[in-house]
């Protein structure tokens, strides 16, 4: 779900969605060896983790849902959603990566990480879109299995992986963080404040990043879609 200008900045929770798209079509690659840890803590061991990296807890919440779940709830959309297969496709290319770095470069996305870095959030694992991409990416097997379209029909893939993610350890991590006041929790505390949604939709009316996102979106990446599904995770 991956990123986008300012989704991008909700980018930890809504790779979940996306960074995992690429599964579909890795269909001949061996079977990756298991990672010890992704992206180890740094620092001194405290609660207080306002320094904290971003990196560590989207990977937490990414490693919330169900292996094998995800697998499935990705496989069988790529079967039977078009939009969600034109996505995946679309993510394959060089063609992807050129409007990702046009976000990248964008006065909107720049904009709105300055939003955060004045709320006091370390952003060193959102600065570059491709960084949040190499955090949570995690090479999946796919899976040989036939599909009944019938049952999905009326579903969407944000849809299925909203239901799907444990809605309980969620809202524990989130509590957590709150207690220990770590940069996640003054992250979460940020982007939903009324305050910044303001200053997030009118950056993606600006010139820049609104041709990008229309480019995303005719290729089956629906950001406004994407936003409402991240929001969802952070009310939890």
Known sequence: MLLLKTLALYCGLLAIIFCHCQVAAKKDEPEPEPLDDDCPPEGN?????????????????????????????IQSHYQCDVKFRKAVCYYQTSRFQLVIDQLQNSEAYHVLLQELRNA???????????????????????VSKKYNCRELRGHTFIGDLLAAMPHKEVREFSFSSLA????????????????????????LLKRDAARALHVLRRNGWDVPELLRGAMSILSW
């Open 45 to 73: 061991g405290t609660d207080d983790d306002r320094d904290g990296e971003l990196c560590k807890d989207f990977q937490i919440l990414r490693d919330l849902i169900d292996v094998d779940v995800l697998v499935d709830l």
């Open 120 to 142: 006091g959030i370390n952003t060193t694992d959102i600065d570059r879109i491709a960084d949040i991409f190499d955090c949570l990416e995690v090479p999946i097997m796919p």
């Open 180 to 203: 220990n006041n770590t940069n996640f929790a003054l992250f979460k505390q940020t982007v939903t404040s009324p305050e910044f949604q303001a200053k997030l939709r009118s950056n």
